[in-house]
């Protein structure tokens, strides 16, 4: 008993002297309110209830850049932190028609940061509507050093599906400078059609519909109509905003007569001019209001400079539609297909948008969210900012948390084609046995991978486990929260004299034997102890040059008392 006091005396020590948590008052953000009625099944979902007794010291600064924050002056000090910063930007937003879409994104994160109370952070609202605001909003959280930006946009030009193009140089620029950009995938995953230009005699693109078409219906509806957005553009974007391109298509919307009911037929141009009718962009836009039925879009070349690599797209947009001839796997835009960001998906949601090449989104989360009213809304909007408002917490709690860490702890995967693989050993007898890192609230130090090491010292009651190294797959590794002892199946199933409560809770080993406890505090071990946990889902030990002990068959890099 008395070792039991001293030891505890000494974790609260130690606990302090590192953290200087028990001498400094308690932070706590304040009790907001929330238009949501289910943000706390969502809070809960994501794991954010885990955090209610987690008191980092570090302050995230998060930037919301958004097409608008229509009244949000009013929810500063209600359902948005009384510190709440709001950003215009250079070129008015008309109050008429600004959207609030970039107002329930805060909702969302503030209110699910309700649920880790002690989780200091700055909320900054930056306006980004258009090319010149979005620029600025860059700059500013560039130069303020900011840690997170959530931009829950994509755009329908300014890139050309493969990371490049002037909206993704200008992300870049941030990313460069070590913010964590987490970006909406977009909610064109069912209304995109993607294809190589290829001409036919006349200079019509070869499209898969009637008339080298790409069908569209509005279905039947109660008003009797869709209003139907139409973008086509081409891979000819520059990394420069003020380069444009001679390459020339136009856009047909017709009927299924071939009646045209609009068109958009720009002239592109490489450099800037201010005559009505010129583009520097290659991109046209065709919007109108069509009748229940079939409609077919249709894509006229009007130059000549096409080559095979070059390709188009076609995004739709409006209530009722429906894109027949659809494209599947290769529907992200700009930024949401930049590698250097941390894009997220809607796992409710078929709209929500995806790329096979770029293996993106690395992240999903769910999206429907219920206002208080009763109306509903979903999409990958609301799942980036869950995503965002997570990524606070890890934030908080490893401030040199970058991208790739971020989207482990997270418990996401980081397999776009260009990202560095982890090199070593895959762990764990079958796949997807442990739990993910962001459940276990901890990561590796190694590039992609756990770093073995040695124990400092060897409690007795680890020994029998040492010797049985073998069968227990044992493996002593270093991490983000201290040293861990894996091992490849539950050690709660061969340590008797405990019970497992919740599924996230630790084993601790020490010179008083074993002992389980609640994984609180970012999963903290008490000084003198060491967790045994089963191997984290999908995991890598880094690649040793050690040889095997002839004993077990596995190196155990235990040091001797």
């Not at 505890?8 to 953000?29: K, M």
């Not at 500013?140 to 829950?152: E, T």
């Not at 229940?292 to 879009?297: A, D, I, Q, T, V």
């Not at 659809?326 to 297909?337: I, V």
Request: net charge negative; charged share 25%; aromatic share 8%.
């Amino acid at each position: 008993m008395i070792l039991r006091i001293l030891k505890l005396a000494l974790t609260l020590t130690i606990f302090s002297a590192i953290f200087g948590l028990l001498a400094q008052e308690a932070f706590a953000t304040e009790k907001l309110e929330t238009p949501f009625k289910n943000i706390g099944t969502i809070a809960k979902s994501a794991g954010f209830d885990k955090w209610k007794n987690t008191k980092p010291d570090y302050t995230v600064k998060v930037a919301i850049l958004d097409n608008g924050f229509k009244d949000h002056a009013d929810q500063i000090g209600k359902s948005l932190p009384e510190s709440t910063v709001y950003h215009a930007g250079p070129v008015a937003v008309d109050p008429a028609t600004e959207e609030s879409h970039g107002l329930f994104m805060a909702q969302i994160v503030s209110g699910l940061l309700n649920y880790a109370p002690h989780v200091k952070y700055e909320l900054h609202l930056f306006s980004a509507y258009g090319y010149s605001n979005l620029e600025a909003a860059v700059n500013q959280v560039i130069a303020d050093k900011f840690d997170i930006v959530l931009y829950a946009q994509v755009w329908e030009y300014g890139g050309n599906g493969d990371g490049r193009g002037f909206i993704n140089t200008l992300v870049n620029k941030a990313t460069d400078a070590g913010i964590l950009w987490v970006n909406a995938a977009g909610n064109f995953g069912n209304s995109t059609y993607r294809t190589g230009i290829r001409l036919n005699d006349d200079s019509w693109a070869t499209l898969p519909g009637p008339n080298d078409s790409v069908r569209v219906r509005c279905k039947k509806n109660d008003k009797k109509k869709c209003n139907l957005r139409v973008v086509l553009s081409w891979s000819d974007f520059s990394d420069d905003v003020n380069e444009g391109t001679d390459k020339d298509l136009d856009l047909i919307v017709a009927d299924d007569t071939l009646k045209i009911i609009t068109s958009s037929a720009l002239t592109q141009v490489k450099e800037k001019a201010e005559q009505p009718g010129l583009s520097l962009y290659p991109r046209e836009i065709a919007t109108t209001e069509v009748k229940p039925g079939l409609y077919l879009l249709r894509v006229k070349a009007r130059s000549k400079n096409f080559v095979k690599k070059d390709d188009l797209r076609l995004t739709v947009s409006g209530d009722h539609l429906e894109l027949l001839d659809k494209t599947e796997g290769e529907t992200l835009l700009a930024p949401a297909d930049n590698e250097s960001v941390i894009t997220i998906g809607a796992n409710d949601s078929e709209k929500s948008a995806d790329s096979e090449e770029f293996k993106k989104p690395e992240l999903t989360y769910p999206s429907l969210m219920t206002l208080k009213n009763g109306e509903q809304y979903k999409g990958s909007s609301n799942s980036s900012a869950v995503a965002a408002a997570a990524l606070i917490l890890v934030k908080a709690a490893w401030p040199e948390t970058s991208r790739e860490g971020a989207i482990e702890l997270l418990g996401g995967s980081n397999g776009n084609k260009k990202a560095k693989k982890p090199v070593g050993t895959k762990m764990g007898g079958a796949p997807g046995l442990g739990l993910p890192l962001h459940a276990l609230q901890f990561g590796p130090t190694g590039e992609g991978c756990f770093e073995r090491v040695q124990l400092p010292y060897t409690p007795p009651a680890l020994q029998p486990l040492i010797n049985d190294a073998k069968q227990l797959g044992l493996t002593v590794v270093r991490s983000t929260s201290g040293i861990k002892i894996f091992v490849e199946r539950d050690p709660y199933s061969f340590i008797g004299g405990t019970a497992r409560v919740s599924p996230d809770d630790m084993l601790l080993v020490s010179q008083l034997g074993f002992e389980g406890l609640p994984r609180s505090n970012q999963g903290f071990v008490p000084f003198g102890s060491y967790e045994i946990v089963q191997v984290p889902h999908g995991q890598f030990v880094c690649a040793s040059e050690e040889k095997p002990s002839k004993k077990s068959g596995l190196k155990v890099p235990v040091a001797d008392d």
